[in-house]
Structure formats: structure tokens, C-alpha cells
């Protein structure tokens, strides 16, 4: 199982990103897919979580009605774009899956949103 982040930049206030977390070693609609992000000096915290193959997806408060988490089970790959944002979305972001019980995680891409 593998997870490799793509994406991250330094975006300016007010921007959009789109994040790339390619799978391998499973198929990304057979088991639940997470978003996390970690700023500096601060605990790490759950931003996206995709069920049911994508069916169903939830999101941290602080990005609601401005991410969007996704499976594409062609690319066998999961995406987190999110719009407008804000200074306070600056952090390492990192997928994640569990699979019978075993966390897998990406190295992360860090995001950077400054003027």
C-alpha cells in the first residue's frame, strides 16, 4: 500500500488548490479515504473523509462549503480542492487510508497560503 500527495504550493489569499493523493496497492473505492492537514506547532486535524466509494464525504468546519474530497477509481486516486483560501489553511497536508484496522499514510504536501 502507497499514498504519494501531490499539489501543494503557495497559493495567495483568496485562492484555490487542488491536491493529489495517488494509491497504490488497493483500490481507493473499497475503503475510506482521509484528508488531514498539520500546521506548525499544532496538532494534526481531520479536514476530509470519504465512505461508501465516495458516496458520502464530511468536513472539518473550518473548510465546509469550500473543499471538495473525491475517489476517481479510474486514476485509483483521491482529490481535495478547495477555494478561497485563507491564511489559516497553511499546513502539511496528508491522505490517509485504513485498511482491516492498518493506518496508511503519504508524506504530505505542504500548502503555504501568504501574500
Known amino acids: 500500500v502507497r499514498l504519494v500527495e501531490s499539489g501543494g504550493a503557495l497559493v495567495q489569499p483568496g485562492g484555490s488548490m487542488r491536491l493529489s493523493c495517488a494509491a497504490s496497492?488497493?483500490?481507493?473505492?473499497?475503503?475510506?479515504m482521509m484528508w488531514w492537514r498539520q500546521a506548525p506547532g499544532s496538532e494534526r486535524e481531520l479536514v476530509a473523509r470519504?465512505?461508501?466509494?465516495?458516496?458520502?464525504?464530511t468536513y472539518h468546519d473550518a473548510v465546509k462549503g469550500r473543499a471538495s474530497a473525491v475517489v476517481d477509481p479510474v486514476d485509483n486516486a483521491s482529490y481535495l480542492q478547495m477555494r478561497d483560501l485563507k491564511p489559516e489553511d497553511t499546513a502539511v497536508y496528508f491522505c490517509?487510508?485504513?485498511?482491516?484496522?492498518?493506518?496508511?499514510w503519504g508524506q504530505g504536501t505542504q500548502v503555504t497560503v501568504s501574500s
Open positions: 490517509q487510508t485504513i485498511i482491516l484496522s492498518q493506518e496508511y
Open positions: 470519504i465512505t461508501l466509494g465516495g458516496a458520502y464525504s
Open positions: 496497492g488497493f483500490y481507493v473505492t473499497e475503503h475510506p
